[in-house]
């Protein structure tokens, strides 16, 4: 099907999201732990971007600290050419609902809500009219044009991944953020939402930010950067997965020595 073309945000740095020497630090003196230590990076409009890295690297502490979830203890997060350092929660929390998408492992979705309802809940919540054409294109794409009135109850998890990348894209957010999007689901399934979000960014010149532990995930993005210790440890531009599996297990190496 025809998506409707989307422009690229405008952003006068040219980037989606900026971080710039952000640091998180949790507790304090000797029990404190670094999760991330002056990471630096920029993502382009339109990209599909992997995180990856061993457990405990800090990929959880990148997206939400990229995703304005959290706030970094020291260094700037830029979304487009706003400063989240600045904002207060409750600015925060609106920037989220209008301007960032967020697909989880556990899908999310409310279970009192119907499809539709879960679909166009960020609308809501940030005040702004439900658009039924685009509702009708993504529910279809989506492959649950005929489901709008079921309750996640009644859906498989593939059915309910589907749901939350409608979710994620109903407002036209300026960039998605995934935490695992594929980590719940078998091979098959999995293929199939990692499709669905590949098509958001070339389709609908989306920009995708997704931490994943699996090389096959990995490799439908355009680029994808490995964490080790809080730190980028090192980028791949088009991973393969026999590519990321090397490169983790050189990580995994490293950080046994
Ligand atoms: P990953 O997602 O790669 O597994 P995380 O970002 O979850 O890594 O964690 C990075 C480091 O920060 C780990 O050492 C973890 O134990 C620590 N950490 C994460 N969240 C907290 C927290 N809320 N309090 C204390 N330490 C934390």
Known sequence: MQ???????????????T?????KRYGQGVGAVT???????????????AVMGPSGSGKSTFLHCAAGLDKPTSGRVLLGTSDLSGLRESQRTVLRRTRIGFIFQAFNLLPSLTVEQNITL???????????????QLAEHIGLGDRLTHLPSQLSGGQQQRVAIARALITRPEVIFADEPTGALD?????????LLR???DDMHQTVVMVTHDPVAAAVSDHALFLAGGRIATQ?????????IKLLADLRRAAAC
């Open 122 to 136: 960020p609308l809501r919540l940030a005040g702004r009219r439900v658009d039924r054409g685009w509702l009708g």
């Open 236 to 244: 791949l531009a088009s991973p393969t997965p026999q590519a990321v």
């Open 19 to 23: 971080l710039q020497e952000v640091s």
């Open 187 to 195: 091979p098959e399934t999995a293929r199939e939402i990692l499709t």
């Open 35 to 49: 999760a991330l230590d002056r990471v630096s990076t920029a993502i382009m409009p339109g990209t599909f971007t």
């Open 3 to 17: 998506w409707t073309q989307l422009p690229s945000p405008a952003t006068s740095t040219g980037h989606a999201v």
């Open 199 to 201: 098509q958001a960014v």
